[in-house]
């Protein structure tokens, strides 16, 4: 175990924790996961959400080990664990928010606090427990991220809640906040710089690529393709860059070559030369026995 990991776990849990307590709770707003399950049954039965959380979390704690190991399952029972704590203790601590009963304000705050939160536990390879575990069960079976996924079954919860409670004013906003909360989730964990590569198939590749190299400092590979109608070999581009700079890119091929056929596919997380440097794997260590 690493001491920041678990510092930047605790982080989370308490952001996480403090937006649920002092602005879901309070503003009767819902929740996505196993959480929205936890303020289903506050909301009905009034049991405290930080028992129901602990009594959730057991068994799918028990699933993560078996998916992942120790590692995670020691992450993960911090996590979970430090949410009930922390929940515990703010609810021994009055604290009112006043937002002059603006429910967007409070919608995204809590996406802001929930996405920051949640993005700091997944990224030091621990979960809150609950659906989080589930969203981490999925995510290398599906194309979807891990706030895509996140998205997916919170949204089904959310869909039961509008069931049992019949609100769809506060079911409208929580599912905003929840989508915040998605895209925080995604920026934290994919890292902080992201943005767009292009495919580019032009006859004039020679003098794009020059020209990319000149005049936006961007390194360009070049792959050797072939027309399937024609049967003649092409040179196809291949750049990433910025956001800032996607439109300069796209004018410069333009001004090049206007019948150049060019994709723009997203870039979630950009490392190596020009963006963020190389990524180095932590050392392994010997599990205690």
């Given at each position: 175990m690493h001491l920041n990991k678990?510092?930047?776990?605790?982080?989370?849990?308490?952001?996480?924790?403090?937006?649920?307590?002092?602005?879901?709770?309070?503003?009767?707003?819902?929740?996505?996961?196993?959480?929205?399950?936890?303020l289903i049954v506050y909301y009905l039965l009034k049991i405290p959400?930080?028992?129901?959380?602990?009594?959730?979390?057991?068994?799918?704690?028990?699933?993560?080990?078996k998916a992942f190991g120790n590692s995670f399952l020691i992450y993960s029972i911090i996590g979970s664990l430090s949410v009930s704590g922390w929940l515990l203790l703010f609810e021994k601590?009055?604290?009112?928010i006043q937002v002059s009963n603006d429910l967007l304000i409070v919608s995204v705050l809590t996406g802001i606090l929930f996405g920051l939160g949640l993005g700091l536990v997944f990224r030091a390879g621990?979960?809150?427990?609950?659906?989080d575990i589930?969203?981490?069960?999925l995510e290398n079976r599906t194309p979807l991220s891990l706030g895509q996924l996140m998205f997916a079954l919170?949204?089904?919860?959310?869909?039961?809640?509008?069931?049992?409670?019949?609100?769809?004013?506060l079911i409208t906003y929580t599912l905003l906040f929840v989508f915040i909360t998605s895209r925080v989730i995604d920026l934290i964990t994919e890292g902080g710089y992201a943005g767009r590569g292009f495919i580019i198939v032009s006859k004039e590749s020679k003098q794009i690529a020059q020209a990319i190299s000149s005049e936006l400092n961007r390194g360009v590979t070049v792959l050797q393709g072939q027309?399937?109608?024609?049967q003649e070999p092409i040179d196809v581009l291949y750049c990433v860059v910025s956001r800032s700079?996607?439109?300069?890119?796209?004018?410069?091929?333009?001004?090049l070559d206007p019948r150049a056929f060019t994709t723009i596919t997203e870039a979630h997380e950009i490392i190596g030369e020009g963006f963020l440097e190389t990524f180095q794997p932590e050392p392994k260590h010997e599990t205690a026995r």
């Amino acid at each position: 175990m690493h001491l920041n990991k678990i510092l930047q776990i605790l982080v989370g849990t308490a952001l996480f924790s403090f937006a649920l307590q002092y602005l879901v709770i309070p503003y009767q707003l819902f929740e996505g996961g196993a959480t929205g399950i936890t303020l289903i049954v506050y909301y009905l039965l009034k049991i405290p959400v930080w028992l129901t959380n602990i009594l959730i979390n057991a068994p799918l704690l028990y699933l993560g080990r078996k998916a992942f190991g120790n590692s995670f399952l020691i992450y993960s029972i911090i996590g979970s664990l430090s949410v009930s704590g922390w929940l515990l203790l703010f609810e021994k601590i009055p604290l009112s928010i006043q937002v002059s009963n603006d429910l967007l304000i409070v919608s995204v705050l809590t996406g802001i606090l929930f996405g920051l939160g949640l993005g700091l536990v997944f990224r030091a390879g621990g979960t809150t427990g609950g659906s989080d575990i589930v969203a981490r069960l999925l995510e290398n079976r599906t194309p979807l991220s891990l706030g895509q996924l996140m998205f997916a079954l919170d949204f089904s919860v959310l869909a039961l809640e509008l069931i049992v409670f019949q609100n769809l004013r506060l079911i409208t906003y929580t599912l905003l906040f929840v989508f915040i909360t998605s895209r925080v989730i995604d920026l934290i964990t994919e890292g902080g710089y992201a943005g767009r590569g292009f495919i580019i198939v032009s006859k004039e590749s020679k003098q794009i690529a020059q020209a990319i190299s000149s005049e936006l400092n961007r390194g360009v590979t070049v792959l050797q393709g072939q027309g399937y109608y024609s049967q003649e070999p092409i040179d196809v581009l291949y750049c990433v860059v910025s956001r800032s700079e996607i439109q300069e890119m796209k004018a410069l091929i333009h001004r090049l070559d206007p019948r150049a056929f060019t994709t723009i596919t997203e870039a979630h997380e950009i490392i190596g030369e020009g963006f963020l440097e190389t990524f180095q794997p932590e050392p392994k260590h010997e599990t205690a026995r």
